[in-house]
């Protein structure tokens, strides 16, 4: 009887000493925690480098794609939406529908797909095929269109970031409005764009308001020179 109780507090011993430590629990724990972050941090990086990666390649055929149209219709997409986005002023892609009202402008011309409110499609010479991930859908849109479909001119066209592209004919447009001066020392206005044909980007998710916010660095400080140094752009 001696014997068993003297075998049987052994075994206790044996099994406490087997057993971990709460602290031992918490330090692997701490570990793993690490590691998943770094993991997870590692994976986050890899996709952003590759949506950058990915949104250079959308602009190049989007350039491309743009300056056909130029050859076929002597004139590069432009209208009024267009001509108030200025890369220089506009930082924020989510900002009113700016720079969606002006993507989708582009996206008519491009894709061949017109619709005027209220009227039938009338298809025209594509210069670019979409992607269904590479389109978004306003919500607002005028003339009393409440249910945008992927043929409608209110799809925009979006970055692989989820923000619309920015196209802007700003200083194309005050080039043309110079041109048309009675005026001969008119020059376009300072601010009002960076090519004197087309300004296109992606902002490479960064917005004041969601995604990215405010670099903590950059060339000046000025805002929207920081935000634009980091832009993915045709400049």
Request: with cysteine; glycine share 10%.
């Amino acid at each position: 009887m001696e014997h068993s109780s003297r075998f049987t507090l052994s075994r206790c011993q044996i099994r406490r000493i087997r057993a971990f430590t709460l602290i031992e629990l918490l330090a692997v724990m701490a570990i793993i925690l690490v590691l998943a972050g770094l993991i997870l941090g590692t994976a986050s990086h890899a996709q952003y480098k590759s949506s950058l990666s990915r949104a250079t390649t959308e602009i190049q055929g989007l350039n491309a794609s743009i300056e056909n149209y130029k050859v076929d219709n002597g004139v590069y997409p432009e209208n009024g939406d267009t001509d108030k986005v200025n890369p220089q002023r506009d930082f924020d892609p989510t900002v009113g529908d700016l720079y969606k009202k002006a993507s989708a402008y582009l996206y008519q011309e491009l894709s061949g797909l017109h619709i005027p409110v209220g009227g039938t499609s009338t298809n025209t010479k594509g210069y670019f095929t979409f992607q269904p991930n590479q389109l978004g859908i306003m919500t607002g849109a005028p003339g009393g269109v409440t249910a945008p479909t992927p043929t409608s001119p209110y799809m925009y066209i979006t970055d692989p970031f989820g923000f619309s592209y920015g196209y802007s004919t700003a200083y194309l447009n005050a080039v043309s409005t110079a041109s048309a001066s009675t005026t001969p020392a008119a020059t376009p206005a300072p601010g009002n764009g960076y090519n004197p044909t087309f300004d296109l980007w992606s902002t490479a998710g960064y917005s004041p308001t969601s995604g990215k916010g405010t670099p903590t660095s950059g060339p000046s400080a000025s805002p929207n020179a920081i935000y634009s140094n980091l832009w993915i752009k045709n400049w």
